[in-house]
């Protein structure tokens, strides 16, 4: 599973509940109150409010959309789906995987505001002719406005590679590059989404091209929102409480795993020190979980942070996601105190 991935599973398993808020826990250091734990991030650069935003509705895209992602997979024989409020799937000559969770290659998925297409073996692909990063840079991006994007409320994120277990023929390989993928984060207020658009975590566009510049697979992920309402950002001494109380998530590193074991061992750092923090975009409350199969109503900025763990002899680089707004902070810290009071 990829990181961003992982992290999007991890953030939605928990709620806001005092029963529950002790699930984060796992994912969070457990510092002594002994160790030194310091700030030197810059944070000139950081908001002093930020706005939280509000889902509206099913998302029908426009049919000159749905007519361009239909022909950017390359399925004009299959028809061309109308607007609708209703999941729409389009079946290939045979089942594939497909985020819709159907046995097809192409999803217009309206609750979530998803276009997406694959292509039947993910786990297959040819290194042969595979587009420069240049190339794929400037497809992206004129993809980009054939699905109707604004390209002043997209920044581009650094090309993934996609390593196939076997080329297009089935026969077995080895870190073997099937296709190279471009994410087009969408931004609110000059703040990206969180995620690298590969795991379907982020809003935006992410698309992959292969052998001799086929699209492999994309995935749009663009609802219609609203502000909702602006909230103060939380200061280095907040962040570090909710450090303290074991209320952040760590990184994993890829598909890592001995995970918890690394969480574990943090909290024998002899110091840790935050030295970068970078605002970012989620969907979802931080903490809490949707109901009832549907997509958070809320989009919240959070906090992705690096900091260095000393353990005397040795360092090592951490990544953390905590919470960015104050109220969550509070919310959360709360939820500690009455814990730890339903304890004793």
């Given at each position: 599973?990829?990181?961003?991935?992982?992290l999007?599973?991890?953030?939605?398993?928990?709620?806001?509940?005092?029963?529950?808020?002790?699930?984060?826990?796992?994912?969070?250091?457990?510092?002594?109150?002994?160790?030194?734990?310091?700030?030197?991030?810059?944070t000139?650069?950081?908001?002093?409010?930020?706005?939280?935003?509000?889902?509206?509705?099913?998302?029908?895209?426009?049919?000159?959309?749905?007519?361009?992602?239909?022909?950017?997979?390359?399925?004009?024989?299959?028809?061309?789906?109308?607007?609708?409020?209703?999941?729409?799937?389009?079946?290939?000559?045979?089942?594939?995987?497909?985020?819709?969770?159907?046995?097809?290659?192409?999803?217009?998925?309206?609750?979530?505001?998803?276009?997406?297409?694959?292509?039947?073996?993910?786990?297959?692909?040819?290194?042969?002719?595979?587009?420069?990063?240049?190339?794929?840079?400037?497809?992206?991006?004129?993809?980009a406005?054939?699905?109707?994007?604004?390209?002043?409320?997209?920044?581009?994120?650094?090309?993934?590679?996609?390593?196939?277990?076997?080329?297009?023929?089935?026969?077995?390989?080895?870190?073997?590059?099937?296709?190279?993928?471009e994410?087009?984060?969408?931004?609110?207020?000059?703040?990206?989404?969180?995620?690298?658009?590969?795991?379907?975590?982020?809003?935006?566009?992410?698309?992959?091209?292969?052998?001799?510049?086929?699209?492999?697979?994309?995935?749009?992920?663009?609802?219609?929102l609203?502000?909702?309402?602006?909230?103060p950002?939380?200061?280095?001494?907040?962040?570090?409480?909710?450090?303290?109380?074991?209320?952040?998530?760590?990184?994993?590193?890829?598909?890592?795993?001995?995970?918890?074991?690394?969480?574990e061992?943090?909290?024998?750092?002899?110091?840790?020190?935050?030295?970068?923090?970078?605002?970012?975009?989620?969907?979802?409350?931080?903490?809490?979980?949707?109901?009832?199969?549907?997509?958070?109503?809320?989009?919240?900025?959070?906090?992705?942070?690096?900091?260095?763990?000393?353990?005397?002899?040795?360092?090592?680089?951490?990544?953390?996601?905590?919470?960015?707004?104050?109220?969550?902070?509070?919310?959360?810290?709360?939820?500690?105190?009455?814990?730890?009071?339903?304890?004793?």
């Open positions: 599973m990829k990181t961003f991935a992982i999007a599973t991890l953030v939605i398993a928990v709620s806001s509940s005092p029963a529950s808020t002790s699930s984060l826990e796992k994912f969070s250091p457990h510092f002594s109150t002994n160790t030194p734990i310091l700030w030197t991030a810059a000139n650069h950081l908001p002093k409010t930020a706005w939280v935003y509000r889902r509206l509705g099913p998302r029908i895209f426009p049919a000159t959309v749905i007519s361009n992602a239909i022909v950017l997979a390359s399925l004009q024989s299959k028809g061309f789906p109308q607007p609708s409020t209703n999941q729409t799937s389009v079946t290939a000559d045979e089942d594939a995987d497909c985020p819709c969770g159907h046995p097809c290659v192409f999803c217009i998925n309206p609750d979530f505001a998803t276009i997406s297409y694959s292509i039947r073996h993910t786990e297959r692909g040819s290194g042969n002719d595979i587009p420069s990063d240049e190339t794929v840079v400037r497809r992206a991006w004129e993809c406005v054939q699905l109707g994007l604004d390209p002043k409320q997209l920044q581009q994120i650094p090309l993934t590679s996609h390593f196939c277990d076997s080329d297009e023929i089935g026969r077995a390989t080895t870190n073997h590059i099937g296709g190279r993928g994410c087009l984060s969408r931004q609110l207020d000059g703040i990206c989404f969180w995620g690298s658009g590969d795991d379907n975590a982020s809003e935006g566009l992410w698309i992959e091209f292969g052998s001799h510049g086929a699209i492999r697979s994309y995935f749009l992920n663009w609802p219609n609203k502000r909702h309402e602006n909230q950002t939380a200061s280095p001494q907040q962040i570090i409480a909710c450090i303290r109380a074991q209320k952040i998530i760590v990184v994993p590193n890829g598909d890592e795993e001995k995970y918890f074991e690394r969480v061992a943090l909290a024998t750092a002899k110091m840790f020190t935050i030295t970068k923090i970078t605002p970012n975009y989620n969907e979802g409350v931080y903490g809490e979980a949707p109901t009832n199969n549907l997509p958070s109503k809320f989009i919240v900025p959070v906090a992705e942070l690096e900091a260095v763990a000393d353990f005397g002899s040795s360092n090592q680089t951490v990544r953390i996601f905590a919470p960015f707004l104050q109220s969550d902070i509070a919310r959360l810290l709360a939820d500690q105190t009455a814990t730890n009071v339903g304890d004793k």
